[in-house]
């Protein structure tokens, strides 16, 4: 019996990655920062998450007590894809995701955003061997998806499962 046949489903993520910084940190300032980060696969898949260090945290905080932003720095409304490290150079955000990959929780830390684009063929740098047109995304993930899927559709209106059903149709 297969794992999937179990019901248990691994997400299997390749290691050859391309990972995009934004904006990229000068060294002197990676300890306090925050940057957005989109790592690519060779399926063409995109993947992102905001990385934050812990001093950035404390800094926003520290603001919005003398603003008295976000009930005076009581809360803070984090992103959903988060990480948190000590500084943000390229080497540790790089540490980081292969270190994810390698666990096989690089999902749960990553938002998928779609596939890349004419757009991003044009205007980025990916290295030529990178895009292997063999590779899809992995079909655990996309099983995993479809499941919360599922659930939403439990609680939606007619309407909106008719809608959906004409897009799957390409109607």
Same mark, same amino acid.
């Given at each position: 019996m297969t794992d999937q046949e179990r019901g248990t489903l691994h997400f299997m993520i390749s290691s050859t990655r391309h990972i995009r910084i934004s904006? #990229?940190?000068p060294l002197e300032d990676a300890d306090d920062c925050n940057v957005y980060v989109i790592v690519t696969f060779p399926d063409g898949s995109r993947w992102a998450s905001d990385f934050y260090t812990y001093?950035?945290?404390e800094s926003i905080r520290e603001d919005y007590v003398r603003s =008295? @932003?976000?009930l005076? =720095? @009581? %809360?803070?409304?984090a992103p959903s894809s988060l990480t948190v490290a000590d500084h943000l150079g390229r080497e540790r955000i790089e540490e980081v995701v292969d270190l994810y990959i390698q666990e096989g929780t690089? #999902?749960?830390s990553f938002e998928y955003i779609g596939q890349v684009t004419e757009h991003d063929l044009e205007s980025m740098d990916y290295p030529e061997d990178l895009f292997n047109? *063999? *590779?899809k995304l992995d079909p655990s %993930?996309?099983?995993r998806q479809f499941a919360v899927f599922e659930q939403m559709l439990e609680n939606t209106t007619p309407e909106t499962i008719e809608w959906i059903k004409r897009r799957? @149709? =390409?109607k």
């Open positions: 904006p #990229e940190i001093r950035n945290i =008295g @932003a976000c005076s =720095g @009581a %809360y803070w409304p690089f #999902e749960y047109p *063999e *590779e %993930y996309v099983m799957i @149709a =390409g």
